[in-house]
Nanobody, 117 residues
């Protein structure tokens, strides 16, 4: 079992920045692909960004150039740096860990991000 705890959400004005963190409970974090997802009210959960154990990243088109995902395997933590935030980025952001074999995946509890003036 892997437990994931997100932090760093909050209220920010348009154009502002936030950094989300997701801390994992187990040292085997380093082998998992980590992803950030978000779900806005009335919408389906969508992938925002992901990073493999080797550091390969991919991003949703809507956040390319504004968001950056990174990981620190020594701290069992993955980050999402969000810059130039827009009101449409408002959502609950979730962290997900996926075993490379696809045999297991885990979700965090989510953290609210609200972009509003």
């Amino acid at each position: 079992q892997v437990q994931l705890v997100e932090s760093g959400g909050g209220l920010v004005q348009p154009g502002g920045s936030l950094r989300l963190s997701c801390a994992a409970s187990r040292s085997i974090f380093s082998i998992y692909t980590m992803g950030w997802y978000r779900q806005a009210p009335g919408k389906q959960r969508e992938l925002v960004a992901a990073i493999t154990r080797g550091g390969t990243t991919n991003y949703a088109d809507s956040v390319k150039g504004r968001f950056t995902i990174s990981r620190d395997n020594a701290k069992n933590t993955v980050y999402l740096q969000m810059n130039s935030l827009k009101p449409e980025d408002t959502a609950v952001y979730y962290c997900k860990a996926v075993h490379p074999s696809g045999s297991a995946d885990y979700w965090g509890q989510g953290t609210q991000v609200t972009v509003s003036s």
